[in-house]
Structure formats: structure tokens, C-alpha cells
């Protein structure tokens, strides 16, 4: 079993469907877990859903930080605020992100560049605060989320094929970068997550051949322990079914 009970990591996207299961299968292997939420009442809706013993006032094993993902500074006081309470930062889950359709032949350069906000400067931005304490420690996991929409650009996805694709692009270029610093770097790819907005949106579809949220966060789980320390900028398809 995957034990993080040492462990203290944050994730991006903890309010979405695949970043607040990440967030409970953490906490599950005993993890400390920070987040980082746009609103407080994100961090509420979160907190309903867990078991309230890890929110308890003395030793909380849930910190829940409002920041901006995009602003350098913001993403610096969260770790501050993590080193303060918990004297280590080990892992960092990149779930933020999101989907909207463009074509190619028509460009929306104003879309495109949200698609790279969205699903690239989130974690580059999270990654370089996060990134300091680990290599000082000498130990560090990062695991993001891409997509499988990153090895091929499909009509009318083109902003998020291009996007996600550059999360898989520089993945690898950190990897390479921070390996003699006891740091692994790598991307799950999912096709489609099981959710709500899928289900409604793709009322036809069968959402059996869908990844659920729990494979995917248990992918994440494996390269973000001790036991994945074989790995690193690796690209990982999650489409057993697709
Ligand atoms: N759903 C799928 O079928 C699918 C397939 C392949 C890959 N993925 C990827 O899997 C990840 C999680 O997706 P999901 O299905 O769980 O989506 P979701 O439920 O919509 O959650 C997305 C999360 O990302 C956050 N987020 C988005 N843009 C942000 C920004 N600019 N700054 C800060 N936070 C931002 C959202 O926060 P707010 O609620 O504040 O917006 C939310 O917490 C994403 O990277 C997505 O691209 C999803």
C-alpha cells in the first residue's frame, strides 16, 4: 500500500471533479494536503466532502489557501504557508485545467491563449514555487494533468491539442532539468474523465468506456510515492477502455 504518511503535497483544480478526488485519495494514504482555490466558497464545498477529522483544528491535515494560480507571489505564500505549517513540501499535483472547442483554420488567438493560461501557465507557474523547496530537500514529485489530446491535434479541440501538447513538451524539458535533483516529473493523459459535465454533454456516449476520476487519481497516487522514484518525464496514457 502507498504510504504518504510523511508526506505533505498541494494540489491545483482541488474544486474540480478529478482534483477533489486526488484530494481525498491523498488524505486517504495520510498525506497532508494543501490547496489552492480561486473562492472561499470552493474551499467550503471541499471540505464538506471530507471527513472532518482531517480538518480538525489541532494538527489540520487540510489547508485550504485562496490564490491565484497565475500570480508568481500568490503561488509563493501558499508554499510559504505550507513550509510554516508543516516543515516539508513533497509533492505537487497540477489538475487545474479545462477544455474549449476551437478550429484551426479559423483562429481565435484571444481562446488559444486562455487554453494556455488555463491548462499551461497554471502549472508552470505552481510548479517554479513548489519546485524550490523540493530541490532544496532533494526530494520532490510532480505529476500534471494532460491529456491524450496532447499527441494529436483533432478538428475543432485545436487550442487544447496545443496546449495540452506543451504540458507534455515541457514535462519532459523539466524532467531532464531537475533529475540529478531527486525530482520526478511526469503527465498522466486521460481521454475522457467520468463526470457530470461529460454525461451531460455526451448524453449518447457510454461513460463505461470512460476513465473514471478514481483511475486517474490513483496514477497520480503511484508517481506521486516513493515507490514511482524509477520515473520521470514520462507521459502516461489512461485509456484502458477508450
Ligand atoms: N474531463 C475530462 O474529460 C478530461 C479529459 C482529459 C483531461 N482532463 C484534464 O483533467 C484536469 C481536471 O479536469 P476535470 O474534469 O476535473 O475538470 P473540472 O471539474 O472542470 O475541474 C477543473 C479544475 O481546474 C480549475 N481551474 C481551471 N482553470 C483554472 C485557472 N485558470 N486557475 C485556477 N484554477 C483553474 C477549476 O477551478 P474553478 O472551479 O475555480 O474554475 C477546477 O478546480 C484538467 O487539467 C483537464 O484538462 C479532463
Same mark, same amino acid.
Given at each position: &500500500? @502507498? ?7 498541494? !494540489? ?8 477533489? =478526488? ?10 497532508? !494536503? ?30 485550504? @489557501?485562496?490564490?491565484? %494560480? ?7 505564500? %501558499?508554499?510559504?504557508?505550507?513550509? $510554516? ?5 513533497? @509533492?505537487?499535483?497540477? /489538475? ?14 484571444? /481562446? ?24 532544496? *530537500?532533494? $526530494? ?7 491529456? %491524450?489530446?496532447?499527441? *494529436?491535434? =483533432?478538428?475543432?479541440? =485545436? ?9 507534455? *513538451? ?7 532539468? !531537475? ?7 511526469? !503527465? ?10 461529460? $454525461?451531460?454533454? &455526451? ?5 463505461? $468506456? ?8 490513483? %496514477? ?15 507521459? @502516461? ?6
Amino acid at each position: &500500500m @502507498i504510504d504518504l504518511s510523511r508526506r505533505s503535497a498541494v !494540489v491545483t483544480g482541488a474544486s474540480g471533479n478529478l482534483g477533489g =478526488t486526488v484530494v481525498r485519495r491523498l488524505l486517504d494514504q495520510g498525506a497532508h !494536503v494543501a490547496v489552492a482555490v480561486r473562492s472561499v466558497a470552493q474551499g467550503d464545498a471541499l471540505r464538506a466532502t471530507l471527513n472532518g477529522a482531517v480538518t480538525a483544528p489541532t494538527a489540520p491535515r487540510l489547508l485550504v @489557501i485562496q490564490a491565484d %494560480l497565475g500570480v508568481t507571489g500568490e503561488m509563493e505564500a %501558499l508554499v510559504t504557508s505550507v513550509l $510554516r505549517a508543516w516543515g516539508r513540501l513533497d @509533492i505537487l499535483v497540477n /489538475a487545474a485545467g479545462g477544455f474549449a472547442p476551437g478550429g484551426a483554420a479559423e483562429p481565435d488567438l484571444l /481562446a488559444y491563449r486562455a487554453l494556455w493560461e488555463q491548462n499551461v501557465a497554471t502549472a508552470v507557474t505552481a510548479t517554479a514555487a513548489c519546485l524550490r523547496p523540493m530541490r532544496a *530537500r532533494r $526530494r520532490g514529485r510532480i505529476v500534471s494533468v494532460g491529456a %491524450l489530446a496532447a499527441f *494529436r491535434g =483533432t478538428a475543432g479541440a =485545436t487550442g487544447y491539442s496545443m496546449a495540452k501538447s506543451a504540458l507534455l *513538451r515541457w514535462t519532459e524539458a523539466l524532467a531532464a532539468e !531537475v533529475r540529478d535533483d531527486g525530482v520526478t516529473v511526469n !503527465v498522466v493523459l486521460p481521454s475522457t474523465i467520468d463526470g457530470r459535465e461529460n $454525461r451531460a454533454a &455526451m448524453p449518447k456516449a457510454d461513460p463505461t $468506456r470512460w476513465a473514471s476520476p478514481l483511475e486517474v487519481a490513483n %496514477l497520480i497516487l503511484f508517481l506521486a510515492s516513493d515507490e514511482a522514484s524509477g520515473i520521470t518525464g514520462a507521459s @502516461i496514457p489512461v485509456t484502458a477502455r477508450t
